[in-house]
């Protein structure tokens, strides 16, 4: 149980376009999902916090008007990077935490490469 | 505030050999600390985590960790290395507030000589 997946696990894309990746719990109800940055060989950023039908506390320093995070329902958040630069590139992981029970835990997606040209 | 210091961001031990990685933390209140472990291009897998009770913990993969208040420290021990213990391990303290928030350490990379 406490399965958390991510869609796509890779994206290129061009200079200018968004990209919108999905993340999912997929056998639990997560009121809280986190979205983590990780450039190589780095530890995981903080980017933002989503609560289910509130909107994104974002860490100081990143665009919020640039990384839109919508958490529409207790099981999806997308984290939708807009008008991507090459420097966005990086890898990008959400997680989740469940609604009840296992309340001291995070559990992971597998991450999206996103590679912007 | 929290914080977590990983010492060592390069760990390199022979398959056989005693794998120590080391965490310290600070935290105001009672933490909850995790071990996670992350192969090349994917996402963190939970070692292991202490959240009350028994300070020394067992994880999978043969890993285990001790809790130690007075030294705050929380280091990842497993008698014998394999090679497919390569991988970044990352230590990470909680406070079990809402959301259960992560502070995440820099990340060390054990690596494991044939």
């Known amino acids: 149980g406490a399965v958390v997946s991510q869609h796509p696990s890779r994206v290129i894309c061009k200079s200018g376009t968004s990209v919108k990746i999905e993340c999912r719990s997929l056998?639990?109800?997560?009121?809280?999902m986190f979205w983590y940055r990780q450039f190589p060989k780095q530890s995981l950023m903080l980017m933002a916090t989503?609560?289910?039908?509130?909107?994104?506390?974002?860490e100081q320093g990143v665009e919020k008007d640039k990384f839109l995070i919508n958490h529409a329902s207790l099981t999806l958040s997308t984290l939708t990077v807009t008008s991507a630069h090459p420097e966005d590139s990086s890898f990008y992981i959400c997680?989740?935490?469940?609604?009840?029970?296992?309340?001291?835990?995070?559990?992971f997606g597998p991450g999206t490469r996103l590679t912007v040209l | 505030a929290q914080s977590v210091t990983q010492l060592g961001s390069h760990v390199s031990v022979s398959e056989g050999a005693l794998v120590l990685l080391r965490c310290n933390y600070s935290s105001s209140v009672p933490p909850y600390l995790f071990w996670y472990v992350q192969y090349p291009n994917q996402g963190l897998q939970l070692l292991l985590k202490y959240t009350t009770g028994a300070t020394l913990v067992k994880g999978i993969n043969g890993f285990e960790a001790e809790f130690k208040k007075s030294e705050t420290s929380f280091h990842l021990t497993k008698p014998s290395a394999h090679m497919s213990d390569a991988a970044e391990y990352f230590c990470a303290v909680s406070d079990g507030g809402a959301g259960n928030m992560l502070t995440f350490g820099g990340g060390t990379r054990l690596m494991v000589k044939p």
């Open positions: 989503s609560n289910e039908g509130s909107k994104a506390t974002y």
């Open positions: 056998d639990f109800q997560a009121t809280t």
């Open positions: 997680s989740a935490s469940p609604r009840e029970g296992l309340n001291n835990e995070q559990f």
